[in-house]
């Protein structure tokens, strides 16, 4: 699954919640050295993406630096501990 590219909603193509405030959800900043085979402008130094609350809880954000893609994964979940 691949990420919508700017920080303006949840990164989650599946989710449609909007960017409101910063403590909602989580917040994905990634350094980049090649900002035009991102798809940003030339001065962009990161690339910026954000899961809402709900999404984040099961989902995270990881780059595909060969590919030049954020993509959105499933959160494994822990396995619960044995005593």
């Keep these: ?24 959800g989580q917040l994905y900043v ?15 130094k990161q690339k910026v993406l954000w899961l809402c609350d709900k999404c984040c809880a099961a989902l995270f954000v990881r780059l595909d630096r060969r590919r030049h893609l954020a993509q959105i994964i499933n959160r494994p979940h822990a396995r619960p501990r044995v005593a």
């Design 1 to 24: 699954m691949d990420a919508r590219s700017d920080v303006s909603t949840c990164a989650n193509p599946k989710c449609h919640q909007k960017f409101v405030r910063f403590g909602d």
């Design 30 to 44: 990634f350094p980049i050295a090649d900002p035009q085979s991102w798809g940003l402008p030339t001065h962009a």
